[in-house]
């Protein structure tokens, strides 16, 4: 556990120390947040559609963007660790495997979670509407989607050689799901093959989770989303074991 926590405080430095990397993974985000929630929610008519893209659409989709950065983010550092040699200079020290990976695990959520505090705090103090969040259910949530989705991050950096084509495709493969997902149009207004190609992807079913959870919606209602998400992560984790290269 002390190696653990000495790695993740040294990993969180190193993350630090390029400005840009911490604007675009904490405030950008919240930024966004406050920006849309203050730009429409006083102009936007208060009819149920309007009000459930500000109530539910645009926290969802904001959350959703901190995960999909953050998992890029670590897509992206794996890659460059590896093809500069450093994860092999990594495991020939006296660390196990999974405390190096879980250090760059627990990186990510820790900067996902500042990241949703600050978008909680600001949201309380200037959204301009009654936002009610059950904090931790979504909390919840969103830290089980981000497991599911962390999984294929670790696939995608097990399979891509070069830090140069990783974050690409990474960003291909997730935002690609997230337009799919259901979270700014219904997936019932795909053609038939769209809607069958959705019902595959997890993001589908996090995004069900995450807004029917934010909506108030007990757990029990989504045990198929839960189940969905379980198993992907059960699924990639095991392909990326297989498949993930130290050099």
Do not use: C
Not at 124 to 149: G, K, S, W
Not at 195 to 214: D, E, F
């Amino acid at each position: 556990m002390r190696n653990l926590l000495r790695l993740t405080w040294l990993e969180t430095k190193i993350f630090l120390r390029e400005p840009m990397g911490a604007i675009g993974t904490i405030l950008i985000p919240v930024l966004i947040f406050l920006g849309l929630g203050r730009t429409l929610a006083p102009r936007l008519p208060k009819v149920p559609q309007t009000t459930d893209f500000v109530y539910h659409t645009v926290p969802v989709g904001t959350a959703l963007f901190i995960l999909v950065n953050a998992i890029l983010s670590l897509v992206t550092i794996v890659s460059i660790y590896r093809e500069g040699g450093i994860l092999k200079r990594l495991r020939a020290t006296p660390l196990r495997p999974v405390t190096i990976l879980s250090a760059h695990v627990l990186v990510k959520l820790l900067f996902t979670a500042a990241t949703l505090l600050l978008m909680l705090l600001a949201g309380r103090r200037y959204y301009p509407v009654d936002l009610q969040i059950p904090v931790v259910n979504f909390t919840l949530a969103l830290l089980l989607a981000t497991f599911a989705m962390l999984s294929i991050g670790f696939v995608i950096a097990s399979v891509v050689k070069t830090a140069r084509f990783a974050q690409p495709l990474g960003g291909l493969v997730l935002y690609s799901m997230i337009g799919l997902s259901g979270l700014f149009f219904p997936i019932a207004g795909l053609p038939p093959r769209l809607q069958m190609l959705a019902k595959l992807l997890p993001m589908t079913y996090a995004v069900s989770l995450l807004r029917q959870i934010l909506k108030g919606d007990p757990w029990s209602a989504h045990v198929t989303d839960l189940v969905a998400l379980t198993l992907t992560f059960i699924v990639f984790t095991a392909v990326s074991s297989r498949f993930f290269r130290w050099e």
